[in-house]
């Protein structure tokens, strides 16, 4: 345990007195008492671009994603951001449920016994996690998609597909870290597949256990 103190003429390091260390966790569990997770709105679908998403819309997109359409909107000034679009929490719903992986998740947030056991709970998500990167994108999402692609800011260019959750960057709790990105991916069918693996990843063991 460190304690660090930035101030206006310096900064000060050290270890950590053992009074310090006990506030320091105590403050830690009162703040994840307090994590609460933001609403979903499950009512958008589409691919929207960066710049038709903003703040107000973090329930659809996630905070991550609505951070970079505010930049994104602003962008010019003192920053650049790349042209982007977001695939709304809605499109994973029903890729659970066209999948009939409904079942497998509410498993895993109910059931006690994978509470418990860690052995029993990495097999379970280890089992959900290959069968998302296995599963059937709907054929509307895929037309979607690949239409997307073929528009100038993304024909013949790698992208990233990364996470925006509801279940990050909140007060008490900033998820960083714990869900995959796939970098420089080029194809539909391949970004498709890396979408299933960003999606797989928020059943990654850190993942799941973090936000337990």
Known sequence: WAYLEARPDGFEL???TDA????AKSRRRQAESM??????????RGLPELGEIGMKDSAAVGAK???????????GTRWDVPPGFVITFAHYVDFLRHNKLE??????L????LKSDKAARRKALDSLRQKIRGGRHLPKLRKALLAKLRQPDYAGKGVFVR???NAEDLDGFNGAGLYDTVPNVKGGDNVLAAISQVWASLWNVRAYEERD
Not at 20 to 23: D, P
Request: aromatic share 2%; hydrophobic share 40%; charged share 20%.
């Open 110 to 113: 109910t059931d006690p016994s």
């Open 20 to 23: 310090e260390i006990a506030q």
């Open 14 to 16: 050290r270890a950590a």
């Open 103 to 108: 079942g497998a998740v509410k498993t895993l």
């Open 65 to 75: 994603a609505a951070n970079l359409g505010a930049l994104f909107r602003h962008k």
């Open 163 to 165: 996470s925006s959750t």
């Open 35 to 44: 994590v609460r997770v933001p609403s979903v709105d499950l009512s958008r």
